[in-house]
């Protein structure tokens, strides 16, 4: 069943004339606010536990790990089946994690090997929600509003971010027996409460949606279909370019996973100013994306990629360097709204240069990459610390980050020289689907 017809908005809201995407947009900031808040708790759960940078970056590693694993699988089921009940049986499982880590919260664990296979298990739910979550996106509007929706969608993201985080200090830091008479739940396993929640209105908000796909994908199963995504993107210098542009960008530069340390040994803030922290960049990037929304821009999509790289790597060299707590969330407010702009060219690249029934194996693909950025580059920045100490780790990565900025122009000129985004300019360029 298609959508019902868009009725129109005015300038930059474009894109919710759809129900559905409006529903689909209020789920993601359900999941996504539970998901932040979820994710420091579990950080300072860790690093209380053990006191080690190292245990942070394991974190990280135990969530990535499962894309290298059902990275395939996941495209695949994508193409294959209806991407809104892929969402919900993936929901559904991120639902069972949490339960599992409040159920660790209450027995006063002191291990973090039980929380890191937790981790796994929820690492394998977004590994297949992500690539059907993206897949889906472009069903949602009309193609015509495609920007505005990815700019939106990274809006909303980078909203529940802010929220989520800073939410999440707070309410790791209040006892629940303020709220509900006789519990005795405090710490991370109030925080777990409310993710359980925001997951519960999530599950609901998608099992709404009207946009039924069925099976995108009508060829027999085999390696060649499988693999399909990965040729497709090796066959494309401009998709290959900005998806390896992310990754080693945010590899070197994301410092995101050292904020636990740098609230408590260097800037002197307990919780609440992690929360702070981990909710700066957010803040920047919902800006930054509002601001696109309004006025969107038009030409040279390839070259303000790269410097929005460049101001990235930059604010963070001026992170790690920094001492005070106002400079800090200056930097790393920069740091997220020149990556809004790069999330928005390269998601936009990625789904109008990719046909429909291949957006599944593609997004998979993507999702590898973006994975790797980020699991793996908290793992990345955990080890570096280790070796280096937090501020050297987190320098020499914002260095790394401009290097690559330079570099890769230099590599992938078709992503230098990319323009409009839109089909016509783009599609043509790639070879067609395998």
Known sequence: MQPPPPRPLRRGMEAFAS?????????????ILGAAAQTLAVAWQVYSITHRPLDLGYT???????????LLPAGHVADRFDRRQIILVCYSLQFACTLALLQLARSGLHSVYPIYAVLFFMGTARTFSGPANTALIPHLDPEAHFVNAVTW??????????????????????????????????????????????????????GSLHTRLGRMEHRALSLKVVMAGFQYMGRSPLLLGAASLDLFAVLLGGAVALTPIFAQEILNTGPRGLGLLRAAPAAGSVVMSLLMTRFPF?????????????????????????????????????????????????????????????????????????????????????????????????????????????????????????????????????????
């Open 19 to 31: 129900r559905d995407f409006r529903y689909f947009q209020l789920a993601r900031v359900a999941a």
């Open 60 to 70: 990280g590693l135990a969530q990535f790990l499962p894309g290298l694993f059902f």
């Open 153 to 206: 969608g990274g809006a909303v993201f980078q909203f529940a971010t802010i929220i989520g985080p800073a939410l999440g200090g707070v309410l790791y830091t209040l006892p629940l027996a303020l709220l509900i008479p006789g519990a005795r739940l405090q710490g991370a396993g109030i925080v777990y409460v409310f993710t359980l929640a925001t997951l519960v209105l999530a599950l609901m908000l998608i």
């Open 298 to 434: 038009r030409h040279r999509a390839g070259l303000r990629l790269f410097v929005c790289v460049a101001i990235f790597g930059a604010a963070t060299v001026v992170f790690g360097l920094s001492r005070s707590l106002a400079l800090s969330l200056a930097a790393l407010f920069v740091a997220g709204a020149a990556d809004s702009i790069s999330v928005v060219i390269r998601g936009s690249l990625l789904q109008l240069a990719t046909p429909p029934e291949m957006r599944g194996r593609v997004s998979a693909v993507n999702s590898l990459f973006i994975g790797a950025s980020n699991e793996l580059g908290e793992f990345e920045s955990g080890l570096t610390a280790q070796w280096w100490g937090v501020v050297r780790a987190t320098v020499y990565g914002g260095l790394g980050a401009l290097a690559v900025a330079g570099l890769w122009p230099v590599l992938f000129p078709s992503l230098r020289h990319a323009d409009e985004l839109t089909v016509e300019a783009l599609r043509p360029q790639e070879p067609q689907s395998a």
